[in-house]
C-alpha cells in the first residue's frame, strides 16, 4: 500500500469502477424531485431524494447547482437538452417520478449522479405503455391520417360541448365567446371527464350531437392534470368517437404540454379550451373593423371611377368633333369632289388610253423581237463566274481570316493564363494573411476562448459569478460548463 494518488487519479480509478458495473449501466431510481433547474443550454439538474430527505441539501460541495442537504439519502440527477426535449410533463419541485438512466462519477466535482435518459411521472410506467401501443395500433388504422381532418367553418354560430358542467373548461369557453361573439349560441353535453365510465360518457356525447346534428362544430376537453386525470381522452371508445365524428372537433385537453390520443384524431388541436373558443368563435370586432375597411376601400374605388368618368366626359366634351361634327366628314367630302372631277370619271377612254402605249412600247421592246439575246448575256455572265478564282480555288477565301483567327485564339489564351496566375498568387497571399490572425490557429497551441451565454467574451474573473454558465471554444468544439468556484491570482 505504498502507491500515493493524486486527487485526479483516485476520482478516475473510482469512474472507472462505477462504469464497468453493469448493474449501473441501465438503472430505474425511484424518487422525489427538490431542486430542478433548466438552463438556457436546455440541460436540467436536478436532485432525487427518498420521502425522508431534505430538499434543502448542504454537503461538502457548498450550494451546488443541485441543492443542499441536511443528512436525507440524495441522488444528483442530469438530464440533458436532447433527452430533456422529450419529456411529456415539465418537471417541477415535489414529484414524484422514476428515473432511467446510468450511474457515473463527475469527475470534476469527484460525485456519483445519475445521467437521465427517461423521466416518468410515477404510476405512469405502465400507461405509458398502454398509450404507445394504442397509438400505434390506431395509427395502422389511418385514425389519426392528416387527410381525414378537415378545416372548421369561419363563422360557427352554434357550437358544442363535450366537458364537464362544474370545472373551469366551461366557464373559461363561455367568457372568450361571449366576449368575441356575444350572439354566439353554445350547448353543453355535462360528462364526467375522469375516472370510471368518464370515456364512454364522453363518446356518447360526441354521437349525440353528431346525431341531432344542430351545431356547427365540437369542443372535447377538459382543464389539465397528471397522465391518470387525462387518461379518459386516450381510452379508445374516446378516440374511435372522435375520428367518426361527422362535425369538425377542436381536442382541448389539458395545457399546452399535455398530449392525448384525441388529439391526434381531432381535426385540430388546441392548447387551452380558452384557445379552443378563439379558434371556434369569430371575432364580431375584427368582422366588423374588416367590413369597415373593405366599405371604405369600396367608396374610394367607386370615387375614383367617378372622378375618372367626369374627367373623361369633360374631355370629350372639348373635343372638336363634338363642337363642329361637320370636320369629321370634311375631309372625305373633299376626296369625294376631287374623285368626281377626275378625268377617269368625265372620260374613261383615257384609263385605255395609257394601257395601251404601255403594251405597245413592250411589243417594239428588243427582247420580244430577239429574245436569244436575253439567254446569251447570261451565259455570258455564267462563263466570267466559272473562270473565277473564288470558285477553282475556294480554301483562299478563307486562308487569311483562318490565321488571323488563330493568332487571336493563341492571344486569348495567353492573356487568360496570366490573369489566372496573378489572381491564385493573390488568393494565396490573403490566405496566408487570414491564417496567420485566425483564432482557430491560436486554438491550435492549446489557447481557448471563454464566453457567458450571451456571447461576451469574458476576460477577467470580475465578470463571472458562481453558477454561470459559461462556454469555453477549443479547437474541435465547444465545452459548457457551470461556475463552482472563482479563484484570483
Known amino acids: 500500500m505504498d502507491t500515493i494518488y493524486s486527487v485526479t487519479e483516485i476520482t478516475k480509478y473510482i ?27 436546455g440541460h436540467c439538474y ?72 427517461l423521466l416518468l411521472q410515477h404510476g405512469t410506467g405502465d400507461l405509458m405503455q398502454q398509450y404507445e401501443k394504442l397509438k400505434a395500433k390506431l395509427a395502422v388504422e389511418g385514425l389519426f391520417d392528416t387527410m381525414r381532418k378537415r378545416p372548421l367553418p369561419t363563422d360557427a354560430q ?56 344542430f351545431v356547427d362544430l365540437l369542443i372535447v376537453g377538459r382543464g389539465g392534470g397528471s397522465m391518470e386525470d387525462l387518461w379518459a381522452f386516450n381510452e379508445e371508445p374516446t378516440v374511435r368517437a372522435v375520428a367518426a365524428s361527422e ?19 381531432a381535426d385540430v388541436r388546441a392548447a387551452t379550451p380558452s384557445h379552443a373558443a378563439e379558434m371556434a368563435v369569430a371575432d364580431m370586432s375584427q368582422l366588423r373593423q374588416q367590413h369597415e375597411n373593405l366599405s371604405q376601400r369600396l367608396v374610394r374605388a367607386m370615387q375614383w371611377q367617378l372622378l375618372s368618368a367626369e374627367a373623361e366626359l369633360d374631355k370629350l366634351k372639348e373635343s372638336r368633333m363634338l363642337q ?16 368626281k372631277n377626275s378625268y377617269a370619271l368625265q372620260d374613261p377612254t383615257r384609263l385605255y388610253a395609257v394601257q395601251e402605249a404601255k403594251l405597245k412600247s413592250l411589243k417594239n421592246a428588243h427582247v420580244m423581237r430577239n429574245p436569244r439575246k436575253l439567254y446569251e448575256l447570261q451565259e455570258q455572265r455564267l462563263a466570267q463566274l466559272m473562270n473565277s478564282w473564288a470558285l477553282r480555288e475556294p480554301e483562299r477565301i478563307f486562308a487569311d481570316r483562318e490565321q488571323r483567327l488563330d493568332m487571336d485564339f493563341a492571344q486569348l489564351v495567353n492573356l487568360m493564363q496570366q490573369r489566372r496566375q496573378a489572381a491564385e498568387h493573390a488568393l494565396a497571399l490573403h490566405q496566408a494573411k487570414l491564417q496567420a490572425i ?28 458562481w453558477g454561470d454558465e459559461i462556454i469555453i471554444s477549443v479547437k474541435d468544439g465547444q465545452i459548457v460548463s457551470v461556475v463552482q468556484e472563482v479563484e484570483g491570482r
Not at 462505477?18 to 449501473?24: S, T
Not at 441522488?75 to 422514476?98: E, H, I
Not at 457567458?452 to 463571472?464: G, H
Request: with cysteine; aromatic share 12%; net charge positive.
Open 158 to 213: 352554434r357550437i358544442g360541448i363535450v366537458t364537464s358542467s362544474s370545472g373551469a373548461v366551461i366557464h373559461d369557453v363561455i367568457k372568450v365567446s361571449r366576449r368575441r361573439n356575444p350572439n354566439v349560441k353554445l350547448y353543453l353535453y355535462p360528462v364526467q371527464v375522469q375516472g370510471r365510465g368518464a370515456a364512454k360518457e364522453i363518446a356518447q356525447g360526441i354521437e349525440f350531437f353528431n346525431k341531432h346534428q
Open 324 to 339: 363642329d361634327p361637320r370636320r369629321i366628314y370634311a375631309a372625305q367630302e373633299e376626296k369625294l369632289t376631287r374623285l
Open 438 to 465: 485566425s483564432p482557430y490557429e491560436v486554438f491550435k497551441r492549446g489557447y481557448s476562448c471563454v464566453r457567458d451565454r450571451k456571447q461576451k467574451i469574458i476576460s477577467s474573473i470580475e465578470q463571472v459569478r
Open 15 to 41: 469512474k472507472r469502477i462505477v462504469d464497468a458495473d453493469y448493474e449501473l449501466r441501465n438503472v430505474q431510481v425511484q424518487g422525489e424531485i427538490s431542486n430542478f433547474k433548466r438552463y438556457a443550454s
Open 46 to 117: 436536478f436532485t432525487l431524494k427518498d420521502g425522508g430527505s431534505s430538499s434543502d441539501f448542504a454537503g461538502d460541495y457548498g450550494s451546488s447547482r443541485y441543492g443542499s442537504n441536511d443528512g436525507g439519502s440524495v441522488l444528483k440527477c442530469v438530464m440533458y437538452r436532447w433527452n430533456a426535449d422529450k419529456l411529456f410533463f415539465v418537471p417541477k419541485n415535489g414529484d414524484k417520478v422514476v428515473a432511467v438512466g446510468h450511474i457515473s462519477v463527475y469527475e470534476r466535482d469527484g460525485v456519483y449522479q445519475l445521467y437521465t435518459d
Open 247 to 265: 362535425l369538425p372537433i377542436i381536442s382541448a385537453v389539458g395545457h399546452e404540454t399535455d398530449f392525448t390520443l384525441c388529439d391526434f384524431a
